[in-house]
Structure formats: C-alpha cells, structure tokens
Nanobody, 129 residues
C-alpha cells in the first residue's frame, strides 16, 4: 500500500503548481483522500480533501478559492491544483487516506483528528521570490 506525491518545487509568489498523489497496491476509490502540509516550525494542517465518491470537496479557509482538489480514478491519482501561491503556502505537502473527510465549521479538522491508513512521504513546495 503506497501513496507517492510529486509536483513540488520552487515557485514565485502568485504562481501555480499542480501536485499529484498516486496510489499503488490498493483501490483509491475506497477512501477519502486528503492533502496536508507542514510548514517549518508549524504543526501539520489539512489543506483539502476529496470524498470517496468525489462528490464533495473541502478546503482549509486559508486556501479556499485558490486550491482545487480533484480525483482521476482510472489513473488512481488525486491532484491538488494550487494557484495564486503565497509565501505562507511553503511547506512539505503530503497526501493520506481516511474513511471520510474530517471537517469542522469553515474548514478541515485538526490533523490529530484524522484516522490515516496510508500516507505518502511528501513533496516540498517553496514559494519564494
């Protein structure tokens, strides 16, 4: 069971990146898939989540309107399109599975409330001029 992230890199403020989360060894459609990030010196936080059937998407308030999560089931891949990037978006981004998207009013639940089964190693996003 494995998730592999890719697509990170160095980008200027205002730029865009698309991250990929590829699954192997299991059926991706059995799970909700979340994207999380950890900035230097900060706790991990949820960024976006797509429900198991891809009929719902949830976002952290800080990225709403800028990031879009999507799922390509035949390719067993989940994407995170990130536009209008800001320096505060810098961090290691990783994807993980859960049975459902864990949400609170206005966004995603704290990282500790998630129940991960599979997670990747992460990809580094650096937003800097």
């Amino acid at each position: 069971l494995q998730l592999v992230e890719s697509g990170g890199g160095l980008v200027q403020p205002g730029g865009s990146l698309r991250l990929s989360c590829a699954a192997s060894g299991f059926t991706l459609d059995r799970y909700a898939i979340g994207w999380f990030r950890q900035a230097p010196g900060k706790e991990r936080e949820g960024v976006a989540c797509t429900s198991r059937l891809a009929d719902w998407a949830y976002y952290a308030g800080s990225v709403k309107g800028r990031f879009t999560i999507s799922r390509d089931s035949p390719k067993a891949t989940v994407y995170l399109q990130m536009n209008s990037l800001k320096p505060e978006d810098t961090g290691v981004y990783f994807c993980a599975t859960d049975n459902i998207c864990r949400t609170v009013v206005g966004g995603l639940a704290p990282y500790v409330r998630w129940s991960f089964e599979v997670w990747g190693q992460g990809t580094l996003v650096n937003v800097s001029s």
